[in-house]
């Protein structure tokens, strides 16, 4: 609750922060709006580059062919090829943050290490000199398969534009975000009714911090239930909506209750 002491020369605030200097407020501002423009600048190359290059190369992925049967000629082929591997070294720490990878050999221009994103479901079960089999295209490993176990490498294309989306969605949210607060903190527009909610900290971090987990649950959900990718945007800005409404609701309470 903020104490108020009533002077001669005015109304005192007891324990409030000192105000900000007017030029390190113009400073932020413009820091701020420099931030907004790097944002929108992400948020356009997601959308109108990054979003179509993960939809195109996974559609290549599926519709490509089947290799002729015969030795390999080159090392990048626009066919899929199913090449036998022999395991020469495993590095799955189940249950630890660190390297999943499988070294493997035996083929004619792919030997090496493949890079996975978890331990499960086949590394964990990896020994060196296992035989497995790798599914092979554009001159990488996108698979690697021991009898029923079959798991996806990094370079494995992926059905999930929702999340490209939700990334894309971000960045707007984070333009718009700093954009506001920059313009306001720069030419103090909206007086001092806006002013006081035109904080960094606490109201800029919460926004923050509710855009970000917004566009990540927004678009695991949108991954998991197979929502297409160009619903995720709206989705997204719903949830934003609501927990700006809740913040803001909560702050406007906050020191109605104080002057009680």
């Known amino acids: 609750m903020t104490d108020r002491t009533v002077a001669t020369a005015g109304i005192r605030t007891v324990g409030a922060a000192p105000a900000t200097r007017p030029w390190k407020r113009r400073l932020t501002g413009l820091v701020l709006i420099a931030v ?5 600048l992400g948020c356009r190359t997601a959308f109108t580059t990054w979003l179509g290059h993960e939809i195109g190369r996974y559609r290549e992925y599926r519709a490509a062919p089947a290799c002729p049967a015969g030795p390999p000629e080159h090392a990048v ?8 591997f022999t395991v020469a070294d495993v ?8 390297d999943h990878s499988a070294t493997v050999t035996g083929s004619p221009f792919w030997d090496g290490t493949v890079l996975f994103g978890d331990w499960d479901p086949l590394l964990t079960g990896l020994h060196k000199g296992d035989r497995v089999t790798g599914t092979v295209w554009g001159g990488a490993v996108m698979t690697l398969a021991k009898g029923d176990d079959r798991q996806n490498s990094i370079d494995a294309p992926r059905d999930e534009p929702q999340m490209v989306a939700a990334a894309g969605t971000f960045g707007a949210l984070i333009a718009v975000l700093t954009f506001v607060f920059g313009a306001v903190l720069l030419t103090g527009a909206g007086g001092r009714r806006l002013q ?22 927004v678009g695991l959900i949108c991954v998991w239930t197979g929502v297409p990718w160009w619903l995720t945007p709206g989705l997204i800005g719903l949830v934003v909506t609501a ?3 809740l913040v803001h609701g909560r702050d406007r309470r906050g020191p109605a209750a104080a002057d009680r």
């Open 196 to 217: 006081p909610y035109v904080r960094w900290q606490p109201y800029g971090m919460r926004l923050l911090m509710t855009a970000i987990a917004a566009c990540f649950v």
């Open 36 to 40: 907004s423009l790097v944002a929108a």
């Open 91 to 98: 590095h799955a720490n189940a249950g630890k943050k660190g």
């Open 77 to 84: 082929e626009d066919c899929v090829r199913t090449v036998a």
């Open 243 to 245: 927990g700006t409404v």
